[in-house]
């Protein structure tokens, strides 16, 4: 099924772009965390960060990185920036279409993170070695 995000690329759907290459493209989110909130998409649909090819993910990053300097720069209220992707459904992506959210912030915005209940219980030890070990054997058989 093709995503809002493909639509909009194809021109099918109108966007407020920032930039465009043949790889990625930047526009203004319809429905900002704060004035500014720009995505950054890969060009092709790609559901999620394990099938987006490492080449194009390093440039949406690239992308975003040069969008959040463009926003202190640009007039649009903004004392810093936040830059958000979201994985999968328990991440709480919700178009699955790769898409990174770059968004100005201020002091006194009314945007929130909510953290979890075990945020403030410190992992021992043992179990961060543990979860480290098996990320770094996982790690070793990516191609």
């Given at each position: 099924?093709?995503?809002?995000?493909?639509?909009?690329?194809?021109?099918?759907?109108?966007?407020?772009f920032?930039?465009?290459?043949?790889?990625v493209?930047?526009?203004?989110?319809?429905?900002p965390?704060?004035?500014?909130?720009?995505?950054?998409?890969?060009?092709?649909?790609?559901?999620?960060?394990a099938?987006?090819?490492?080449?194009?993910?390093?440039?949406?990053?690239?992308?975003?990185?040069r969008?959040?300097k463009?926003?202190?720069?640009?007039?649009?209220?903004?004392?810093?920036?936040?830059?958000?992707?979201?994985?999968?459904?328990?991440?709480?992506?919700?178009?699955?279409?790769?898409?990174?959210?770059?968004?100005?912030?201020?002091?006194?915005?009314?945007f929130?993170?909510?953290?979890?209940?075990?945020?403030?219980?410190?992992?021992?030890?043992?179990?961060l070695?543990g979860a480290?070990?098996?990320?770094?054997?996982?790690?070793?058989?990516?191609?």
């Open positions: 099924m093709t995503t809002i995000f493909t639509k909009i690329i194809q021109g099918k759907v109108p966007a407020s920032v930039y465009r290459d043949d790889k493209s930047a526009f203004m989110d319809i429905q965390i704060n004035p500014g909130h720009v995505l950054v998409i890969p060009n092709r649909e790609v559901a999620s960060l099938d987006l090819d490492e080449d194009t993910g390093a440039h949406l990053f690239r992308i975003g990185h969008i959040a463009a926003l202190r720069n640009s007039g649009v209220k903004c004392e810093g920036v936040n830059m958000f992707l979201a994985d999968g459904q328990a991440a709480k992506q919700d178009v699955f279409h790769v898409h990174l959210h770059v968004f100005p912030r201020f002091r006194g915005d009314s929130r993170w909510q953290s979890s209940q075990n945020y403030s219980k410190l992992p021992k030890r043992a179990e070695d480290a070990e098996a990320i770094k054997f996982a790690l070793d058989s990516i191609e």
